[in-house]
C-alpha cells in the first residue's frame, strides 16, 4: 500500500459510488486492500450521466471491475444532454445514490472527493456567494463518506501507477465550459501548497462552525413546532439569525440549493408578508404567511 494514502477502515456495509476515473478506481483498491480481513460487503454504484454518446464504455468498465473484485453492482442512465449543468448532473447522481441505498438496504455512501475537489467545490460556492456552508459542503453531510478528502490529485494517480490499476479518462473534464473544469485547470494548479492548506483550513473550520450552529438551532427547535414559528419572534431576531433558522427548516425538507442572497431576500420576505400571503421557495415548498406564525409546507401538486 504506498505510504502516502493511508488504510480506509469501514464498519459496515456500504455503497461505494465508482465512475471508473482514477479517484474512484484507487477508492475501491484502497477499501479492499484496508479491509482484507474484514467480510465486508461492499456494493459498487456506478451512474451514467448520458452527457457523452460513449458513457456505456464506462459503466462496462466498473461493471467489470465489480465482477473482477466479486462485489454487487447496480447502476442507472439518465439522459441528460450534452448541454446539461453541473448541477443537473450532480442532482440527477445524488437521487440515484439515494433510491441505491434504499434499495441496497444500505445507510453509508462512500466517495472519491478528494483535496482538490473539497478545494474546487470551496471556490464554486465562494463564487456563487454560499459562504460559510458552501465552503464546507462536502464535510457537513454524516451519511456520506469521503475518506480521501486529505489527499491532492496526484497522491491518487501515484497510487494507481504503483499499484497498476486501470482507469478511464472522462474527455468532459477538459471541456472549460463547467466552472469546476476551469478551476480544476487553470487556477487550482497555479495554487501554493500554503493556498491550499489555508483553504482545507477554512473548509474544515467552516463545517465545525456549521455543527455548533446545527446543534444550536436543533436545540431551539427541540421544543416548538419546526413547520411553525411564531412571526413575533421571528421578526425580533436578527437577519443573520433569521437566515440561519430559514436555511436550517429548508434543510429539514432535504432542500440545500439555496445561496446567501437568497436566503437574505426570502429572510425579508417572511418579515414584512401580509398575512395571507404564499413565499414560494420551489416548486415544491413554500411558506404559508398567517398573522401570526410562517409556516413551512409542502405545496399540492
Not at 178 to 205: C, D, G, T
Request: proline content about 3%; hydrophobic content about 40%.
Amino acid at each position: 500500500m504506498d505510504s502516502m494514502l493511508s488504510p480506509i477502515i469501514i464498519k459496515e456495509p456500504s455503497l461505494v459510488a465508482v465512475s471508473g476515473g482514477v479517484d474512484s478506481v484507487v477508492l475501491l483498491h484502497l477499501l479492499l486492500s484496508s479491509n482484507i480481513d474484514n467480510k465486508l460487503k461492499l456494493t459498487v454504484a456506478h451512474f451514467d450521466h448520458g452527457i457523452r454518446p460513449n458513457s456505456d464504455q464506462d459503466l462496462r468498465f466498473v461493471q467489470n471491475l465489480a465482477k473482477k473484485y466479486g462485489l454487487q453492482f447496480v447502476s442507472d442512465k439518465a439522459y441528460l444532454g450534452p448541454n446539461a449543468s453541473e448541477d443537473d448532473a450532480r442532482k440527477a447522481r445524488y437521487q440515484f445514490f439515494e433510491q441505491a441505498l434504499i434499495d441496497t438496504k444500505l445507510t453509508k455512501l462512500i466517495t472519491a472527493h478528494h483535496q482538490d475537489d473539497l478545494i474546487e467545490t470551496g471556490l464554486i460556492n465562494l463564487i456563487r456567494g454560499t459562504k460559510s456552508r458552501g465552503l464546507s459542503a462536502m464535510i457537513d453531510n454524516p451519511n456520506i463518506k469521503r475518506p480521501l478528502l486529505a489527499y491532492p490529485k496526484q497522491s491518487l494517480i501515484r497510487y494507481a501507477q504503483k499499484n497498476k490499476l486501470v482507469w478511464k479518462e472522462d474527455n468532459t473534464n477538459q471541456d472549460l465550459k463547467y466552472l469546476r473544469n476551469y478551476l480544476r485547470i487553470k487556477i487550482v494548479p497555479k495554487m501554493s501548497n500554503e493556498q491550499r492548506q489555508a483553504m482545507v483550513k477554512i473548509a474544515f473550520n467552516s463545517s465545525q462552525i456549521n455543527r455548533k450552529v446545527e446543534q444550536e438551532l436543533t436545540h431551539i427547535f427541540h421544543s416548538i413546532d419546526i413547520k411553525h414559528i411564531e412571526r413575533e419572534w421571528y421578526n425580533s431576531l436578527d437577519l443573520t439569525i433569521q437566515r440561519e433558522i430559514i436555511a436550517f427548516m429548508l434543510r429539514q425538507h432535504e432542500y440545500r440549493n439555496y445561496s446567501e442572497k437568497s436566503l437574505e431576500r426570502l429572510a425579508v420576505l417572511l418579515k414584512v408578508a401580509q398575512s395571507g400571503k404564499f413565499i414560494e421557495v420551489n416548486q415544491c415548498l413554500g411558506f404559508k404567511i398567517t398573522e401570526k406564525s410562517l409556516a413551512l409546507i409542502t405545496k399540492e401538486r
